[in-house]
């Protein structure tokens, strides 16, 4: 296992070209949020903004509308229930994720298929939250894709059916190849490890001052920041799931708990002080 160090910063966030607009660093959806959830999907809205996606869209329940623009007026909305908005939506963005607070009722698996159904070979699609609970129980099949899966241990358990104390790197990987080979797969714990391709990867940030609800979410609109912006898909991973620790390292020397709202608002000056 490779560790990811701190290197991954400059290999990955270069100065932005004059000759630039906000297409230039691509255009991203994140769909879910529900009645319950609104804040999983604002929280996630913030990671990708904050990181620097050109434009990005929110395609959640209409009730989240007010609130998503209080917090991020960034940010377009869409209504997630509306499909055939949603279909046009989707066939223009670079990256998608889906099911970070989607739920897993019958509303977040109609909304999940019309997604899996949509999605193109050349898109990146991040399966977060009650996506994974979603694929695994109802064994949806997976699209032909540029997949990025982002469980934490009990999702993995879910997705793999490998128990949290047999996840091992061994038995991860066996599970990896026989059924994620060719996408990437994040497996967040207090220390996360990345399973990709070209090999696996463990993270060196992060702080319990992270164990707190919306912190997942947050690197799912991170990791989709990244990615919309940076060509190397694998780096912007890598770095993505670094920079969300390593700024919740430097708030939790002050903080006794890092708020996920609190690391998209650092990430524009962390980022300008990594870039190369
Ligand atoms: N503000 C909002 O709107 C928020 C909305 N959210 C949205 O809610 C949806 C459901 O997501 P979820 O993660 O909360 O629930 P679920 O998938 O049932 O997992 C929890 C179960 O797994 C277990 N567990 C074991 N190991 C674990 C580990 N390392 N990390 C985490 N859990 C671990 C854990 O064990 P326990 O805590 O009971 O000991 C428990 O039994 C999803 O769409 C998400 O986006 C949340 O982000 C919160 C803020
Ligand atoms: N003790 C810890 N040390 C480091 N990182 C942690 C710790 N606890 C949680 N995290 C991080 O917080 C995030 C939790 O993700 P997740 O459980 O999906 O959150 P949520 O769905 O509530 O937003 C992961 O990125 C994980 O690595
Ligand atoms: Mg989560």
């Known amino acids: 296992m490779k560790e990811i160090e701190q290197s991954i910063l400059k290999e990955t966030i270069k100065v932005r070209s004059n000759n630039s607009f906000k297409g230039t660093y691509g255009k991203i959806a994140l769909v879910g949020g529900n009645q319950n959830f609104g804040g999983a999907i604002i929280m ?12 990005t869209t929110t395609l959640t329940d209409k009730n989240n509308q007010s609130s998503l623009h209080s917090w991020l007026p ?13 279909i046009k939506l989707l066939e223009n963005m670079d990256v998608i994720t ?9 509303n977040g698996l109609t909304i999940l298929k019309t997604v899996l159904k949509t999605v193109k070979p050349n898109q990146i699609l991040i399966i977060d939250g009650s996506a994974i609970d979603l694929i695994a129980k ?4 997976l699209p032909k894709a540029k997949l990025i899966f982002t469980p934490h241990q009990m999702e993995w358990q879910r997705l793999s ?20 080979k060719n996408s990437i797969v994040i497996v967040k714990s207090h220390r996360t490890q990345i399973y990709t391709k070209n090999g696996v990867y463990q993270n060196t940030t992060g702080t319990p001052a992270q164990a707190t609800g919306g912190m997942g979410d947050t690197l799912a609109g991170i990791i989709g920041g990244f990615v919309a912006q940076f060509k190397d898909t694998e780096n912007a991973v890598l770095a993505a799931v670094y920079t969300h620790s390593a700024i919740a390292d430097i708030l939790a020397k002050k ?16 980022m300008k002080d990594n870039e190369a």
Not at 74 to 83: G, I
């Open 44 to 55: 996630s809205s913030l990671g990708s903004v904050y990181s620097g996606a050109g434009l």
């Open 74 to 86: 960034e940010a377009m909305f869409a209504d997630y229930k509306n499909t055939t908005e949603m």
């Open 98 to 106: 889906i099911g970070t607070g989607l739920g897993t009722d019958e």
């Open 138 to 141: 109802y064994q949806l099949q």
């Open 161 to 180: 059916g490998i128990k949290i104390k047999d996840q091992t790197e061994k038995n991860n990987l066996i599970a990896y190849k026989k059924l994620f």
């Open 255 to 270: 903080q006794y708990v890092v708020l996920p709202h609190q690391i998209s608002e650092f990430l524009p000056k962390f």
